[in-house]
């Protein structure tokens, strides 16, 4: 494959410029995942979905992708989103809410939120990360990047805590641009500030608190960690000192990725990431998202309305990650009807007798395809890579009988938007589906993913999600087994 320039608009610098990987044609890709105390909205899902097209295209021009997304389970406080620590624990606010009445502890309701997320993710056709690590199992390497940071002088203990001192990090605000005393005092100026900090601006890197439903031992007592530091500490645990690329919402720019600069730079003395991207906010017909409004909008209430995951995938995709994008249940509906095209298309190659893919040099959609390639190639600009996608729908479609070498255009047409966009069919199966479908066999492929996933977890040390994957493959029939060669499975 020829040599491609995949171009994202970075934040940091400000410009629209390639990405360029530290290792050549392996990017290592870290995004900040859920904090895991209610359901995830569609607008949350508008960040992921960004991320799998990264991971996709990436994946087009033959690069291989280390992925990592975590889950925040502990230490995100409800003002942290303004500047540093004040507040509570979400995870514990959410406990004490209405809703947090049916659980048990605090453990219990981060993992139902965080099963109904990854279940939502799988809905929406996102590839698995190669890891998914969670903050409550990062706690030893969060402990040693503290007292690092403090053996170094970027770190000072106090009656309540630990805090990085952004004054002994030169470049705190290169990303958000909030660099000068006055911008930063603006930047905080909601928080109720912490008599015991040297400058309000520092941020927690662990708070004492031996009365927190979550705490762990620490040289400093019991307490729990901030939610910047345990970002920091994942992304390099599983992808080095420094990474290729890093996403997140907008809303993410400042404090938190800033913080993880400060704190990762001051430990290393490496950079930390050379790209950032980050995504726009969602509304939702044309307001915020609000429960009062009537237009919040999570996965699974869209699926019980009856509109089918690849449409609400479709739809959220289709503007640009960095323009405003309004989604509206009529959008939705519109990408319902693409997907039913797609669909067609699908029936029409089965009539054809399924052949294999294959398409000449020259072919109206092989040109459609680089069309779309070039487009997400370009920032990420899906609604050219839709447009053509459509266009490529009506080539196949205006054929009344599609046969031959038409059949296996149209098959290798469709094969490669969807490794590109994940909007044709989907990437998992349920396997609880398939076998009540009274069907002998259960896909191979659908077998593979499933296996995939389980590593995925076993990997990021998700012992619970890996067992319940197995658990429902032998349900199914399944029997894996771990080999030295890697996992084999057969049919019982």
Same mark, same amino acid.
């Given at each position: 494959m020829a040599e491609r320039t995949f171009r994202l608009y970075d934040t940091l610098s400000r @410009?629209?410029? +390639?990405?360029?990987?530290? $290792?050549? *044609?392996?990017l290592r890709f870290y995004c900040c995942g859920p904090t895991v105390y209610s359901y995830a909205h569609i607008g949350n899902f508008r960040t992921f979905l960004t991320s799998d097209l990264i991971v996709r295209t990436a994946q087009a021009i033959g690069w291989r992708v280390s992925y990592v997304s975590n889950i925040t389970d502990v230490g995100h406080?409800? #003002? *942290?989103?303004?500047?540093d620590a004040a507040g509570d624990d979400k995870m514990a606010k959410a406990l004490a809410s209405k809703e947090g009445e049916q659980f048990a502890n605090v453990w219990d309701l981060a993992r139902h939120y965080s099963d109904i997320f990854e279940d939502a993710w799988r809905q929406l056709n996102l590839q698995a990360p190669t890891v998914r690590p969670r903050a409550t199992e990062h706690m030893r390497e969060q402990i040693i990047a503290v007292e690092d940071l403090i053996r170094k002088g970027n770190a000072y203990e106090t009656p @309540?805590?630990? =805090?990085?001192?952004?004054?002994?990090?030169?470049?705190?605000?290169?990303?958000?641009?909030? &660099?000068?005393?006055?911008?930063?005092?603006?930047?905080?100026?909601?928080?109720?500030q912490d008599d015991n900090k040297r400058n309000p601006a520092d941020f927690a890197l662990w708070k004492k608190d031996d009365k927190h439903l979550m705490q762990w031992f620490s040289p400093w007592g019991w307490g729990f960690p901030g939610w910047h530091i345990e970002c920091s500490v994942m992304a390099q645990k599983y992808l080095g000192d420094t990474i290729d690329l890093h996403g997140g919402g907008e809303d993410l720019k400042f404090p938190h990725h800033e913080c993880e600069i400060a704190q990762s730079e001051a430990g290393t003395g490496k950079p930390f990431c050379n790209h950032w991207i980050h995504v726009t906010f969602l509304q939702a017909e044309g307001e915020k998202m609000s429960k009062s409004k009537g237009n919040f909008y999570t996965v699974?209430?869209?699926? $019980? #309305?009856? =509109?089918? /995951?690849? /449409?609400?995938?479709?739809?959220?995709?289709?503007?640009? =990650?960095?323009k405003p994008h309004n989604f509206t249940l009529q959008t939705l509906r519109d990408c319902q009807g693409h997907i039913e095209r797609f669909q067609e298309c699908d029936r029409r190659i089965a009539a054809a007798g399924s052949p294999e893919p294959a398409?000449?040099?020259?072919?109206? %959609?092989?040109?459609? =395809?680089?069309?779309?390639?070039?487009?997400?190639?370009? *920032? %990420?600009? @899906?609604?050219?890579?839709?447009?053509?996608?459509?266009? !490529?729908?009506?080539?196949i479609l205006r054929q009344t009988t599609l046969a031959g070498d038409e059949a296996a255009a149209a098959v290798w047409f469709l094969d490669k938007v969807n490794?590109?966009? !994940?909007?044709? &069919? +989907?990437?998992?199966?349920?396997?609880?589906? $398939?076998?009540?479908?009274?069907s002998d066999e259960i896909d191979g492929k659908a077998i593979d993913a499933w296996i995939e996933e389980r590593q995925a977890a076993k990997k990021g040390k998700d012992f619970a999600k890996a067992?319940?994957?197995?658990?429902?493959?032998?349900?199914?029939?399944?029997?894996?087994?771990? @080999?030295? #060669?890697?996992?084999?499975?057969? &049919?019982?």
């Open positions: @410009t629209v410029k +390639p990405l360029v990987t530290v $290792e050549p *044609d392996h406080l409800t #003002q *942290d989103d303004v500047a @309540t805590g630990v =805090y990085f001192s952004v004054d002994s990090f030169a470049d705190y605000g290169k990303l958000s641009g909030n &660099r000068d005393r006055e911008n930063l005092q603006v930047a905080v100026r909601d928080v109720v699974p209430d869209l699926l $019980e #309305q009856g =509109y089918s /995951a690849l /449409a609400i995938r479709m739809a959220l995709i289709s503007v640009p =990650y960095a398409i000449s040099e020259g072919h109206e %959609l092989a040109g459609l =395809y680089e069309e779309a390639l070039e487009a997400m190639l370009n *920032d %990420l600009n @899906t609604s050219v890579a839709l447009a053509k996608t459509l266009e !490529g729908v009506k080539v490794h590109l966009l !994940g909007i044709v &069919r +989907p990437l998992y199966v349920s396997l609880a589906e $398939e076998a009540a479908s009274g067992d319940a994957i197995r658990d429902k493959l032998i349900a199914a029939g399944v029997e894996l087994r771990d @080999t030295p #060669q890697g996992v084999e499975w057969i &049919r019982r």
